[in-house]
């Protein structure tokens, strides 16, 4: 049995009432996502506007990470789920009780100074589901929910300390070798085998990719990322990042004929060698530009965002 799991950057949802939720919650039920992980939704009354549109048996929650200086937005986060489908892990207290473990922003990791790495602009969203109806949880799905940052670096002082295609390499190598590579091998309470997948925006480019008219911020290297672990080579991570189509939109409506897409921003990424004993993960971007808004660019951009679901 499989589980679907979206992502979606939801440009700057500040005004729930300004965006096209019912068309959302349209998207989100006609691609019978058993999860969505979203960026950029700024608030928990657009959570509640999108639950609103998708009915009872939908649940969510948001959060938002630190605020960035030297930039005008604070960068939200939330997860909705379907809960016929998955809920929240949880697990019995030595006093009988049962907690939940609520999503939550992840702020406790390494960096190599070593290698330029800084602490991330944007810290990600981490929350760990498990199935509901296979006979109850016997696994879980952790998912890493990232939003790396466009913008360059810069110091209080406001000049360029990092160049920004280094920056996006660097935290995304954060995301990849130190919270994944943890989360992944990380056992809790109950003990059940997980499944952990990173998603979101990274505003980088797959080099698989089809780049029209842009010089490219590539992975390169970092589509795949081995971790080894020296006291159990069984548990060496092959951490590979997929979704190599075009999902985020020019800034002009294109002429006649002309592609709509821009870059290769949105991806996953997660262990080849630990989800070899399921069946292999598929990605695929969610055209909503053709199947909502007939290519209109600029009614898209309006009512949805600048970027397509995947």
């Known amino acids: 049995m499989g589980y679907k799991i979206g992502s979606f950057n939801c440009l700057n949802m500040k005004n729930a009432s300004r ?30 506007a999108i639950l609103d549109n998708l009915g009872s048996h939908w649940k969510g929650k948001s959060d938002q990470t630190s605020y960035v200086k030297n930039t005008s937005h604070e960068y939200d986060y939330a997860f909705l789920w379907n809960t016929r489908r998955v809920d929240l892990v949880k697990t019995k207290l030595d006093n009988g009780q049962k907690r939940t473990y609520s999503p939550r922003i992840y702020k406790q990791y390494k960096i190599d100074k070593t290698e330029q790495h800084r602490k ?89 990719s089809k780049i029209y008219g842009t010089k490219g911020a590539f992975l390169e290297k970092l589509e795949e990322v081995i971790v080894e672990d020296n006291t159990d080579s069984n548990k060496t991570k092959k951490i590979i990042t997929v979704q190599s189509e075009l999902t985020t939109l020019k800034k002009d409506t294109p002429a006649d004929g002309e592609c709509a897409f821009a870059s290769n921003y949105d991806h996953f990424s997660y262990d080849q060698n630990r989800f070899q004993t399921i069946p292999t993960p598929t990605t695929q971007r969610i055209n909503t530009l053709a199947d909502y808004y007939n290519g209109n660019v600029a009614e898209h951009k309006k009512g949805l965002s600048d970027h397509q679901c995947h």
């Open 120 to 208: 991330l602009n944007h810290e990600p969203y981490f929350a760990r589901f498990t199935p509901r109806d296979c006979g109850g949880p016997s696994f879980e799905i952790r998912i890493i929910n990232t939003h790396i940052r466009f913008s360059k670096y810069k110091s209080e002082a406001g000049e360029d300390t990092q160049g920004a295609i280094t920056t996006r390499r660097n935290e995304l190598t954060i995301l990849t070798k130190y919270i994944y590579a943890k989360e992944a091998d990380n056992r809790y309470g109950d003990n059940m085998p997980a499944y952990t997948i990173l998603l979101g925006d990274y505003n980088l480019n797959l080099s698989a």
């Open 19 to 48: 965006k096209d939720l019912s068309k959302m919650a349209e998207m989100i039920q006609t691609q019978e996502f058993d999860i969505i992980a979203l960026q950029e939704i700024q608030g928990t009354a657009s959570v509640k």
